[in-house]
């Protein structure tokens, strides 16, 4: 079975050396000739070109880009693909990319691997990184069910536990635990820099701890992926932002208050609540 991804960064990477090391012929495109020298030399995949012409043979094609860039791609890549290729996506938004992807290539099936590192580019692909992490599949009443199969079998063999829902669904779910964080993280970081007592701030940059670092990590990530998740699910990640607004005042009222009891009760079910997270 022929592989093919068009995109060899992080994900796309992980995914063409999980899959070569299985034994599929994995083909690669990148819009950077360096990149693909470099992932023929470690073997990430079998052959690598600047060309879509390479996915002529492909079997099933991973879109691996930014958000932005997925339906172009698949726009162009059209005419180089047989009528029975599957085509997939690891977008990070749902709803958009299936509806537009779809009206192009019915053999489409949406999907989202939740994994990933702080690294980017070809050089950041790893083995097994998503062993044990959710992989979501968002067919329509209209996605073929085998190709949607087929997708499955692939993202299984990753290691991978797979979820099937709707699109909206996703686009709801990765609101509360993926994109709303993005922007939480980036305003802690934002008010931060808003003190203006800059020695307090350069003392405070060097007393940051674990406790600091796991809550900026998503804030400080690639500014690229915050702008695409908030324009392509705005409308639930502004649902998100106002409850999460509301209750951040309720805490704040607390405080002002000096209502202890009332602040203990909510972190208490606010730890109670994390035990439910797949973390």
């Not at 390479?54 to 991973?62: C, R, S």
């Not at 003392?203 to 998740?229: C, I, K, W, Y």
Request: with cysteine.
């Amino acid at each position: 079975m022929n592989i093919g991804i068009v995109g060899l960064g992080l994900i796309g990477g992980s995914i063409a050396l999980d899959l070569r090391s299985r034994g599929f012929n994995v083909l690669g495109v990148s819009s950077r000739q360096q990149t693909c020298d470099r992932a023929q030399e470690t073997g990430v995949v079998n052959q690598a070109s600047t060309h879509l012409s390479v996915m002529a043979t492909a079997d099933l094609v991973f879109i691996c880009t930014p958000l932005g860039a997925i339906e172009p791609i698949v726009q162009k890549l059209i005419p180089h693909l047989s009528g029975d290729t599957i085509v997939t996506d690891v977008g990070s938004v749902k709803t958009p990319i299936v509806q537009a992807v779809s009206d192009l290539w019915p053999n489409f099936v949406g999907g989202h691997p939740m994994a990933g590192t702080a690294q980017s580019g070809i050089e950041a692909a790893v083995r097994d990184l998503f062993v044990g992490r959710p992989y979501v599949l968002t067919p329509t009443a209209q996605t073929p069910e085998a190709a949607v199969d087929r997708v499955e079998e692939i993202a299984r063999l990753l290691g991978a536990l797979v979820y099937r829902c709707g699109p909206q669904e996703h686009d709801r779910a990765v609101a509360w635990i993926s994109h709303l964080p993005i922007v939480a993280s980036a305003t802690l970081l934002a008010a931060c820099a808003a003190e203006g007592d800059r020695d307090l701030v350069d003392l405070a940059q060097h007393l940051a701890s674990s406790g600091f670092r796991d809550t900026s990590r998503v804030g400080g990530g690639n500014p690229e992926l915050g702008v695409m998740v908030a324009k392509y699910n705005r409308e639930e990640l502004l649902r998100s932002l106002s409850i999460y607004r509301d209750s951040l005042d309720e805490f704040i009222s607390d405080i002002e208050a000096e209502n202890w009891q009332a602040l203990e009760q909510k972190l208490k079910l606010t730890q109670q609540a994390r035990e439910n997270y797949n973390l």
